[in-house]
Nanobody
Framework: QVQLVESAGGLVQAGGSLRLSCAAS????????MGWFRQAPGKEREFVAA?????YYADSVRGRFAISRDNAKNTVYLQMNSLKPEDTDVYYC?????????????????????WGQGTQVTVSS
């Protein structure tokens, strides 16, 4: 059984930093593309970042956020710097459904088959 367990988010002031982690079990993060998404109440879940052989970012976070993984710990991270109030959301990590997709579509939620429970990040102004 695959489980993705995210670390606690938190409350941070605008301009601050926060690192989220996602510990995986039942699936090897080095074998599957992994992603981070976020969702506000009443809105669709949106893509934040993904990692495969390369890294991919939403325009809104590029240059501020960084996705990485530690294969030894089977964990994926999302380092968030220069946080803004509009980054306030519930953040989810997810595992792509294929190990070597012929067509990689990292921004599409339907391409991910396992999700973490979500963790709240709140950025105060």
């Amino acid at each position: 059984q695959v489980q993705l367990v995210e670390s606690a988010g938190g409350l941070v002031q605008a301009g601050g930093s926060l690192r989220l982690s996602c510990a995986a079990s039942g699936r090897t993060v080095s074998s599957y593309p992994m992603g981070w998404f976020r969702q506000a109440p009443g809105k669709e879940r949106e893509f934040v970042a993904a990692i495969r052989r390369s890294t991919y970012y939403a325009d809104s976070v590029r240059g501020r956020f960084a996705i990485s993984r530690d294969n030894a710990k089977n964990t994926v991270y999302l380092q968030m710097n220069s946080l803004k109030p509009e980054d306030t959301d519930v953040y989810y990590c997810a595992s792509y459904r294929l190990t070597n997709p012929p067509e990689f579509r990292p921004t599409m939620t339907s391409e991910y088959d396992y999700w973490g429970q979500g963790t709240q990040v709140t950025v105060s102004s």
